[in-house]
């Protein structure tokens, strides 16, 4: 299986061809990805090289003459380091444009703390009408790079080499549920799935799944805990916590309980596989279904 960065840059790489009205602008990674983007478009393709507040700029200017910028890199040089740009060069301008990341919160453990972004959702939530989209899959990530690019909104897709196994359809804003149950609502926010679904496998719960997690889908989780216990659990692949505002917002007035599962906000210094970032940060399945079921009783 490919990965989601390998579908974003041949997806966007074909809509560069067939939409006039989209530019790309990278800060280095990923340009040999797209070096074939690069010579057929040199006018709307454009590497700042490791300048992230350039790469910024440079797609707000694009966006302030009507063209649909895509920007990319790693999510701690994207969303962390030029937050000031996106927050004046976009929201403060009152244009909008697509922000692309790799990295997740370790794709790259190797790389340290510099290349990990666990609170890029959070960060990113202190701004005003980013639509957030988290696929958990290749065939997800395309879909909705797709339909960000076809938009005029402000989004934000965060890849990540963390899979499932398979896809869902992706549509707008919304929870899809994928299991029923009474004793309480679990949510998977993209590549968690899996890991909710063996986590959960025999348990009385239903189980949610986000790809799109701003805006939050507040009329589905009240319908959800409508016909269950209203304990809810939302796990997310970013900072433990991300999401728990909204869920309670959505349930103010429902008598409830919410536990956020995520990242942690202790660094951990000791750099690992994937798998063993998702151990360590308790997010495998037999870890899960231990903190899901103490929540729940």
């Given at each position: 299986?490919?990965?989601m960065r390998?579908r974003?840059i041949?997806t966007?790489?074909?809509?560069?061809?067939?939409d006039p009205?989209?530019?790309?602008?990278?800060?280095d990674?990923?340009?040999?990805?797209?070096?074939?983007?690069?010579?057929?478009?040199p006018?709307?393709?454009?590497?700042?090289?490791?300048?992230?507040?350039?790469?910024i700029?440079?797609?707000?200017?694009?966006?302030?003459t009507g063209?649909?910028p895509?920007?990319h890199t790693?999510?701690?040089f994207?969303?962390e380091?030029p937050?000031e740009q996106?927050?004046?060069?976009?929201?403060?301008?009152?244009?909008?444009?697509?922000l692309?990341?790799?990295?997740?919160s370790?794709?790259?453990?190797?790389?340290?703390f510099?290349?990990?972004s666990?609170?890029?959702?959070?960060?990113?939530?202190t701004?005003d009408?980013?639509?957030?989209?988290?696929?958990?899959?290749p065939?997800?990530?395309?879909?909705?790079?797709r339909?960000a690019?076809?938009g005029?909104?402000s989004?934000?897709?965060?890849?990540?080499?963390?899979?499932?196994?398979?896809?869902?359809?992706?549509?707008?804003?919304?929870l899809t549920p994928?299991?029923?149950?009474?004793?309480?609502?679990v949510?998977?926010?993209?590549?968690?799935?899996?890991?909710?679904l063996?986590?959960?496998e025999?348990?009385?719960?239903?189980?949610?799944?986000?790809t799109t997690?701003r805006?939050?889908?507040?009329?589905?989780?009240?319908?959800a805990?409508?016909g269950?216990r209203?304990?809810?659990?939302?796990?997310?692949?970013?900072?433990?916590?991300?999401s728990?505002a909204a869920?309670?917002?959505?349930?103010?007035?429902?008598?409830?309980?919410?536990?956020?599962?995520?990242?942690?906000r202790?660094?951990?210094?000791?750099?690992?596989?994937?798998?063993?970032?998702?151990?360590g940060q308790?997010?495998?399945?037999?870890?899960?279904?231990?903190?899901?079921?103490a929540?729940?009783?």
């Open positions: 299986m490919d990965t390998d974003f041949a966007t790489t074909r809509l560069l061809d067939d009205r989209l530019a790309l602008v990278l800060a990674i990923s340009t040999d990805g797209f070096r074939q983007a690069l010579r057929r478009h006018e709307r393709v454009i590497n700042v090289g490791i300048r992230e507040q350039l790469l700029g440079v797609g707000g200017g694009m966006a302030l063209m649909r895509i920007m790693f999510a701690s994207l969303v380091r937050f996106v927050k004046l060069d976009f929201g403060h301008q009152g244009v909008h444009g697509v692309v990341s790799a990295g997740g370790y794709d790259w453990p190797a790389g340290g510099t290349h990990m666990p609170g890029d959702v959070a960060l990113m939530d701004l009408g980013w639509s957030v989209h988290v696929p958990g899959h065939d997800e990530a395309e879909a909705l790079v339909q690019a076809a005029d909104g989004d934000y897709v965060r890849l990540s080499v963390h899979a499932n196994a398979s896809a869902h359809p992706v549509g707008g804003a919304g994928l299991r029923e149950g009474s004793r309480g609502v949510v998977a926010v993209g590549p968690m799935l899996d890991n909710v063996a986590a959960t025999g348990l009385d719960v239903t189980v949610l799944y986000a997690i805006p939050f889908d507040g009329e589905t989780l009240r319908r805990v409508a269950a209203p304990d809810v659990v939302l796990v997310e692949p970013y900072l433990a916590g991300t728990t869920a309670n917002d959505a349930l103010a007035e429902v008598p409830h309980r919410v536990l956020g599962l995520g990242i942690g202790r660094e951990l210094r000791r750099y690992g596989s994937v798998d063993e970032h998702l151990a308790g997010l495998d399945p037999a870890a899960l279904r231990a903190r899901i079921t929540f729940l009783g």
